[in-house]
């Protein structure tokens, strides 16, 4: 006896139950967004809830990204050895 039907489970179907990855830029712009909508102060109580828990997520992304990033320099940044090189950050962008 086969199952199938629209409530079959398949292991390789795409998941559509979370949210799909999202860019550091992408996740400021929307946060930027939400920031605008709040301040705005027109939007009802339930509505400004859901933009804040959304802001939160979000926040936790951007944050997420920039201790990925973070760590990536660091391992960037060792010698040979596996040491630490710490150098004079240049804000000019001149070598």
Known sequence: MSKSGPSEHR???PSTTGPAPVSLETALERLDGIV???EAGE??????IAKYEEGIGLSKICRD?????????RIISRD???NPVLEEF???GED
């Open 11 to 13: 292991p390789d179907a």
């Open 36 to 38: 605008r909508e709040m």
């Open 43 to 48: 939007l009802p109580l339930e509505t400004l």
């Open 65 to 73: 990204k920039l201790e990925s990033a973070e760590e990536r320099i």
């Open 80 to 82: 040979s050895g596996g």
């Open 90 to 92: 240049d804000a000019s």
